[in-house]
Nanobody, 115 residues
Framework: QVQLVESGGGLVQPGGSLRLSCAASGSIFSFDAMGWYRQAPGKQRELVAT???????NYANSVKGRFTISRDNAKNTVYLQMNSLKPEDTAVYYC?????????WGQGTQVTVSS
């Protein structure tokens, strides 16, 4: 059973930056794609960004130009660099690994953007 563990969340002021990390217990190269999702209070979980094993990264329109997803296969870790953060980015951020029709989820990390 693969485990995904997120870290790096916290409280940041508007305009600030955070980098989230997702460490996998096994090889992330085994996943077809890795992704970051978020869920704000009272809202459905939504896609933030995905990065395939090979191919083009995908971003939600709301984060394009501000967030960057990357992966380090040697460290079995996926990152989400978040810049120019806004209050509406406040949410629990989840890491996910996709293999065919299966999705593995991390436990989530809270990101709060507030002055």
């Amino acid at each position: 059973q693969v485990q995904l563990v997120e870290s790096g969340g916290g409280l940041v002021q508007p305009g600030g930056s955070l980098r989230l990390s997702c460490a996998a217990s096994g090889s992330i190269f085994s996943f077809d794609a890795m992704g970051w999702y978020r869920q704000a209070p009272g809202k459905q979980r939504e896609l933030v960004a995905t990065i395939p094993r090979a191919g083009i990264k995908n971003y939600a329109n709301s984060v394009k130009g501000r967030f960057t997803i990357s992966r380090d296969n040697a460290k079995n870790t996926v990152y989400l660099q978040m810049n120019s953060l806004k209050p509406e980015d406040t949410a629990v951020y989840y890491c996910a690994g996709h293999i065919a029709t299966m999705t593995y989820w991390g436990q989530g990390t809270q990101v709060t953007v507030s002055s």
